[in-house]
């Protein structure tokens, strides 16, 4: 039977309650995708700490074949001269990691921060909490956004939005002003024609992953958000290895995304090496407010059976991982990655994998 490469998203020694000998023993888990979080963004990638990873992975016996991610610096998004010498470093860390054995990088072309959710812990029936996003404590003004983060009524709590750091996203802000889709479309274009040649050499595949949530948010340009924007994206550069993250989670954040189609076209011409698995659920007649949920599709938005089994007919055989998982078992980690969750996704992934495999 073919078996999946799976995978678990870790934070580090230092970074993450959960331990690689936990992450061993979740059946039919090989892979940890995992970065360098003390190395900051733009900078290259030093060999020693790629190698003390890595042996660090092995030794747990376990796989590192995938990062995620290596982070783009904001001047390559926004396109100013300084770009250059980012590239170069980016350059050098996809020759650096290609040396430890490394296939994919996973990375987002997201300005100002990665993924938005207007509550981390959002009590589900259950009694466990998950990430939710309702669009109305959304303000289309960032600057009413960081007013509302500092005053703190809300509860927004976000991951790029840290209070110490919102004077910087304030000036992030101004410096995208000039930035709309066609212009950042431009820059992901310059970028990828400088870095693809390196990763055709080294055999390292780029796997773009989604806008999250697919829609611009804040006047900021989002260009990875449905297929005909992936359509575009790939041609922008032929190569295979200007691939795709499919993240069913986060196209699937807008309903008229038809994951399965979506996987049967790009799974189908090897260009979606990685792929993140998860549901969601809406919790709104229009589809526009909705928190995570478990894997199962019963349980959410998305009918995992017909992702799982659109993977099979297209001849999937790259990376996959679970995404986020709801906070269960009195667990109180990292929101959106506690283990309990994230194994049982794991499970039930591989157990519709199987099905799908020996019902042939
Ligand atoms: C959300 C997560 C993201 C992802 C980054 C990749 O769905 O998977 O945080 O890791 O956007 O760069
Ligand atoms: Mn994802």
């Known amino acids: 039977m073919k078996k999946l490469d799976m995978g678990f998203r870790w934070f580090g020694e230092d970074d993450d309650p959960i331990t690689l000998k936990q992450i061993r023993q979740i059946p039919g888990t090989t892979q940890v995708v995992a970065s360098l979080y003390d190395v900051p963004v733009g900078e290259v990638w030093p060999e020693e700490k790629i190698a003390h990873l890595k042996e660090t992975v092995e030794a747990a016996g376990l796989k590192l074949e995938v990062i995620e991610s290596v982070n783009i610096h904001d001047d390559i998004k926004i396109g100013l001269p300084t770009r250059d010498k980012y590239i170069e470093n980016y350059k050098q860390t996809i020759r650096n990691l290609s040396k430890y054995g490394i296939k994919v990088i996973c990375y987002n072309f997201m300005p100002v921060f990665d993924w938005l959710r207007t509550n981390l812990h959002e009590p589900l029936e259950d009694g466990s909490n998950a990430l939710a996003y309702d669009p109305t404590m959304v303000p289309d003004d960032p600057n009413e956004m960081i007013e ?5 009524s809300k509860g927004f709590e976000m991951p790029g939005w840290e209070p110490d750091r919102l004077a910087e996203v304030k000036a992030l802000f101004e410096k995208y002003k000039s930035v709309d889709a066609k212009k950042l479309t431009e820059n992901l274009k310059y970028f990828l024609d400088e870095i693809i040649p390196v990763c055709e050499e080294a055999d390292v595949r780029m796997a773009m992953h989604p806008d999250d949530p ?8 989002r260009i990875y958000k449905n297929r005909d924007d992936m359509v575009a994206i790939e041609e922008l550069n032929e190569s295979k290895y200007n691939g795709f993250t499919i993240c069913t989670g986060s196209l699937g954040e807008n309903p008229k995304n038809d994951l399965p189609a979506i996987i ?10 990685f792929i993140h698995a ?19 599709s019963d349980e959410g938005s998305l009918d995992m059976y017909e992702i799982m089994k659109a993977l099979d007919d297209s001849g999937f055989d790259g990376y996959i991982r679970p995404d986020h998982g709801r906070n269960i078992w009195d667990e109180d980690g990292r929101p959106g990655y506690g283990l309990y969750d994230r194994a049982l996704g794991i499970t039930y992934l591989n157990g519709l994998w199987e099905s799908i495999q020996k019902n042939k």
């Open 148 to 152: 509302r983060i500092k005053e703190g």
């Open 264 to 273: 049967r076209e790009f799974v189908g011409k090897d260009r979606a090496p």
């Open 214 to 221: 697919p829609f611009p948010l804040f006047g900021l340009p």
């Open 278 to 296: 998860r549901n969601i659920k809406f919790t709104n007649a229009e589809k526009t407010k909705f928190h995570e949920a478990p894997h199962l």
